[in-house]
């Protein structure tokens, strides 16, 4: 158990809708990071938070978008979605930010859009 | 993004220890190597990292070549839970800290 939870577990819904995944990080960790792995490209980086601001950015749609809130849980927004945005979704913690701090990811979620 | 170089699988037996190679070439003086698995089902899982010196914690050890241009993961008696998709991961110093992931080494544990 990494201490990084996510919610929910299994998601499944229609094109055109909307969603929103929850990650708690561990206790302490400032950095919230969000990937995405589909089995055509892999595990992809999406976005990373610290302490609420914006660090860095990926592969995220216009149509994604993600907040870390004061009490350091993150979101991501996902919308008008579409069949190719099935995929598992992993959010990731660590205590500050650098290269030299390791990620814990969380059991993920599945996302599946019919 | 820096690259890394794997194979893309290996198979080894249980309770023998496992090499695990990767090459990066293109490291700069700063970049950090980063070692993690995903095991069957689950997310990825940190294993080891160094920048220039050979590292041992209670999961691995991870060798770096003189010239940083290569390094390996060595998993010292392998066991069936060490089945996974192992990945080789450049990690550049500045400000933010994105993990970009290779297709990784597929490693099989033969009984």
């Known amino acids: 158990d990494s201490g990084v939870t996510q919610t929910p577990k299994h998601l499944i819904t229609a094109t055109g809708q909307r969603v929103t995944l929850r990650c708690s990080p561990r206790?302490?960790?400032?950095?919230v990071y969000w990937y995405q792995q589909s089995l055509d490209q892999g595990l992809q980086f999406l976005i990373q938070?610290?302490?609420?601001?914006?660090?860095a950015k990926g592969n995220i749609l216009e149509r994604f978008s993600a907040q870390q809130f004061p009490d350091l849980h993150s979101e991501l927004n996902l919308s008008s979605l579409e069949l190719g945005d099935s995929a598992l979704y992993f959010c990731?913690?660590?205590?500050?930010?650098?290269?030299?701090?390791?990620?814990?990811f969380g059991p993920g979620t599945r996302l599946t859009v019919l | 993004d820096a690259k890394t170089t794997q194979p893309n699988s290996m198979e080894s037996n249980e309770e023998e220890p496992v090499h695990l190679p990767c090459n990066h070439s293109?490291?700069?003086?700063?970049?950090?190597i980063h070692w993690y698995r995903q095991l069957p089902s689950q997310g990825p899982e940190y294993v080891i990292h160094?920048?220039?010196s050979n590292v041992n914690n209670r999961m691995a050890s991870l060798a770096i070549a003189e010239d940083r241009k290569s390094s390996t993961l060595i998993l010292h008696r392998a066991t069936l839970r060490d089945a996974a998709v192992y990945y080789c991961?450049?990690?550049?110093?500045?400000?933010?800290?994105?993990?970009?992931f290779g297709q990784g080494t597929r490693l099989t544990i033969n009984p």
């Open positions: 990731a913690s660590s205590a500050k930010t650098g290269s030299r701090h390791e990620q814990f």
């Open positions: 206790s302490g960790d400032l950095s």
């Open positions: 938070y610290y302490n609420g601001e914006e660090r």
């Open positions: 293109t490291i700069s003086g700063t970049d950090y």
């Open positions: 160094g920048l220039t």
């Open positions: 991961i450049l990690s550049v110093i500045q400000g933010a800290q994105k993990l970009v």
